[in-house]
């Protein structure tokens, strides 16, 4: 059973910052909130995870929520290139990666 | 490094017939999972090794899906027969299990995309 849930689709003007929403509201106390994307044709990629804390890689940004019931993927600068399916996931303590639907992200032009 | 390689890319088959999909994980990870994608949906967990041994299978269809991994390396899935419903796209993903837990992540592979007919 998924244990988030996304918003289905998102649009982002080129350039502008992506913000991607995820609820994760039954998330237990060690578990881990991982972000993958998919392009089409291709398996998911890993993108970024966190546990309390917000993050920041190369990549992008995670920002948690003090409850930790919400997260929020943050792509600073959107390319044609991040076009892609979206994916936030909770990790469990027995190393199961449970997906949701995803969000689809378009960058716009 | 190289990636998580899958065989075939592709595969048509009908319907009650058999079809088996290898993968072989990043060298040195010890974890390895399977999954199923059926189009619009996120990948589902079917099963899950550490090493050879199996440690979460219970999404996995027993009835007529099988796994084995036994030399902790390598695997297979099988399924035997196959349903119109087992088309999908079957992904392979690997992690090396490190002593720091969640310092790690898991690496996918392209995946085998199966069509039932």
């Known amino acids: 059973d998924a244990k988030t849930t996304q918003p289905p689709s998102m649009d982002c003007a080129e350039g502008r910052a992506a913000n991607l929403p995820c609820n994760h509201s039954?998330?237990?106390?060690?578990?881990?909130v991982y972000w993958y994307r998919q392009i089409h044709s291709q398996g998911p990629q890993y993108i970024i995870h966190g546990l309390k804390n917000n993050e920041t890689n190369e990549m992008a940004s995670l920002i948690i929520t003090e409850d930790r019931k919400s997260s929020t993927l943050i792509l600073p600068h959107a390319t044609l290139r991040d076009t892609a399916v979206y994916y936030c996931i909770v990790r469990t303590t027995g190393n199961q990666f449970y997906f949701g639907t995803g969000t689809s992200l378009t960058v716009i032009p | 490094e190289a990636g998580v390689a899958q065989s075939p890319r592709y595969k048509i088959i009908e319907k009650r017939q058999s079809v088996a999909f290898w993968c072989n994980p990043i060298s040195g990870h010890a974890t390895l999972y399977w999954y199923q994608q059926i189009l619009g949906q996120g990948p589902k967990l079917l099963i899950q090794f550490q090493n050879n041994g199996v440690v979460d299978d219970s999404q996995l269809p027993k009835d007529r899906f099988s796994a084995e991994r036994l030399k902790g390396v390598d695997s297979t899935l099988k399924i035997q027969p196959a349903k119109l419903e087992d088309s999908a796209v079957y992904l392979c993903?690997?992690?090396?299990?490190?002593?720091?837990?969640?310092?790690?992540?898991?690496?996918f592979g392209p995946g085998t995309r199966l069509t039932v007919l």
């Open positions: 039954t998330i237990s106390g060690n578990e881990y």
């Open positions: 993903a690997s992690r090396v299990a490190a002593r720091v837990w969640g310092t790690d992540t898991q690496y």
